[in-house]
């Protein structure tokens, strides 16, 4: 089982934000949903950071089909809204079950955004128990009110209307709860699992938080570095695939959002069993931070 897309929350707790989303159907963003337009995102700056998730399995819920489970993410982010976002991911994890027993999964994933959400590359390697999968390589990119997906050894493939890609997500993301929505619409492409897959996602925004979250045990370089502080929202998003009427989401992603765009509180559900991610390490590049602040306010230069 792939977890990638703990990543694009960034890709990433209130006692809200610390419960399970339950799987199963809610309203879906409609066939012709488009991003809300939030706040302007030219004042959000991503934090160039480095984050490290321990994995581990949600106690009770679901069926269990999933009897344990144990991993690591290691997030490296870099760039700005001028020169683009890239993010280096690597994740193995291992989950068991009585039927089908040990599952190991090493994967390693390169992107690059570029700053306006234009374009996108993506590139990833998986071993599954240490045998290689097919990699996914290819690029995407904004082609009038569309998006074209390109990749090797597979047939390109466009999508209709409005696609973020996952930086631009997250700006959407934290304009939307800056600006008080309790909910965003939007079509989403992160070159996930083979690389043709275009997701219909539905956030639920809770109400802003200013310090730790409640959870001592959990994220405790969110507790006591430099974002003990800063205000960040309890996340509910949910993934669809795409269609008309109500569908029951692939998975839902519980999340605390900082409005630098680092996450915490991480806990993904996908129904039958879920994950947690905890926060051990968290590097922030403050001098890059800086850089890319001026840079925003003066506008992007050639």
Not at 11 to 38: I, R
Not at 205 to 212: S, V
Not at 266 to 273: A, T
């Amino acid at each position: 089982m792939r977890l990638s897309h703990l990543l694009t929350a960034g890709l990433l707790v209130s006692a809200w934000g610390a419960q399970a989303a339950p799987a199963v159907s809610e309203p879906p963003p409609p066939p012709e949903a488009k991003a809300e337009a939030p706040a302007p995102a030219g004042e959000i700056v991503l934090a160039n950071h480095r984050a490290v998730y321990d994995l581990s399995l949600a106690e009770g819920g679901g069926t269990r089909s999933v009897e344990s489970a144990r991993g690591r993410i290691v997030i490296d982010f870099r760039g700005d809204a001028c020169r683009g976002y890239t993010m280096l991911t690597r994740q193995v994890t291992e989950l068991s079950s009585g039927e089908s027993g040990p599952r190991l999964s090493d994967m390693r994933s390169t992107t690059f955004e570029g700053g306006k959400g234009r374009e996108f590359r993506f590139k990833t390697t998986t071993l599954i128990n240490n045998q290689p999968a097919a990699p996914v390589d290819g690029t995407a990119s904004e082609q009038g009110d569309g998006v074209t997906v390109k990749l090797k050894g597979a047939k390109s493939f466009a999508v209709e209307g409005p696609v973020l890609f996952p930086s631009e997500h997250m700006r959407h993301l934290i304009a939307a709860a800056r600006g008080g929505q309790a909910t965003l619409s939007a079509k989403v492409f992160d070159g996930s699992d083979d690389g043709k897959k275009i997701y219909d996602t539905f956030a639920v925004i809770g109400h802003a938080g200013a310090g730790p979250a409640a959870d001592a045990a959990r994220d405790k370089p969110l507790r006591t570095g430099p974002l003990s502080g800063m205000p960040h929202w309890p996340v509910r998003l949910s993934y669809y695939t795409p269609g008309a009427g109500e569908r029951t989401p692939i998975y839902t992603l519980g999340f605390d959002l900082y409005e630098n765009g680092v996450s915490g509180a991480l806990k993904l559900d996908y129904g039958e069993f879920a994950i947690l991610g905890d926060m051990t390490t968290l590097d922030i590049d403050d001098q890059a931070g800086r850089a890319a602040a001026k840079e925003g306010e003066k506008g992007c230069t050639p």
